[in-house]
């Protein structure tokens, strides 16, 4: 079973200050990899899926995928008070019914 | 526009009691999935279905049923509900790998 983890748990940044979020997991035959954010009380929001090695940018997010490594870190570039959240890394892999594995989330705090 | 419509968004039920969590996608995807998010933690997968008419388990589904009757509607029943299973729960549908997968908005369950 893919085992995800992420770190740090929480993360305290200054408004413009570059966060950077970091996931590690246990096979490196996942298919793709997504980042979501899920603000108190709401839903998930997918911020950045990356299928390949390498970076993938989307607006202020940047995912870097190595599966060599067995990581995937996402970048939040000039974050902003509304950015607070808890931050998701998953994972699926078609070999296994396109199951999608989480970890248990950075919780992410940007001061102003 | 994809969607995936969970219902009803909150329930509270007495234990010992039978609950059904609905969730209906008009995304025409196979893959469909139950999650349950307690506070502080990731997405934990129930069941899952990739086919109408057939469920798999997930990787807590003790005290869960599933059924996916149609390849658009996906039911989470708890034929007796527990204090342990008060959490968040989520429906998800996806397509092939590296398409998107779309979230519900969320079921708050609270059993007393």
């Known amino acids: 079973q893919q085992k995800v983890q992420q770190s740090p748990e929480s993360l305290t940044v200054s408004e413009g200050a570059m966060a950077s979020l970091n996931c590690t997991f246990s096979?490196?035959?996942?298919?793709?990899f997504r980042w979501y954010r899920q603000h108190s009380g709401k839903g998930l929001e997918v911020l950045v899926s990356?299928?390949?090695?390498g970076e993938k940018e989307e607006g202020r997010f940047t995912a870097h995928l190595n599966r060599a490594s067995l990581h995937v870190s996402l970048h939040i570039r000039e974050p902003q008070p509304s950015d607070s959240a808890v931050y998701l890394c998953?994972?699926?892999?078609?070999?296994?019914?396109?199951?999608?594995?989480f970890g248990d989330g950075t919780q992410l705090v940007v001061k102003p | 526009e994809a969607a995936v419509t969970q219902s009803p968004r909150s329930k509270v039920a007495v234990t010992g009691g039978k609950v059904t969590l609905s969730c209906h996608q008009t995304?025409?995807?196979?893959?469909m999935y139950w999650y349950r998010q307690d506070t502080g933690h990731g997405l934990r997968l129930i069941h899952y279905?990739?086919?109408?008419?057939?469920?798999e388990k997930g990787d807590i589904p003790d005290g869960y049923k599933a059924s996916r009757p149609s390849q658009e509607n996906f039911s989470l029943i708890l034929e007796l509900a527990s204090l342990s299973q008060t959490a968040v729960y989520f429906c998800?549908?996806?397509?092939?790998?590296?398409?998107?997968?779309?979230f519900g908005k969320g079921t708050r369950l609270t059993v007393v």
């Open positions: 995304n025409n995807h196979d893959y």
């Open positions: 998800a549908s996806s397509g092939d790998i590296n398409t998107e997968v779309f």
């Open positions: 998953a994972m699926s892999m078609a070999n296994n019914n396109n199951r999608i594995f």
């Open positions: 279905s990739y086919v109408a008419d057939s469920t």
């Open positions: 990356i299928f390949s090695d």
């Open positions: 096979d490196g035959t996942s298919d793709n």
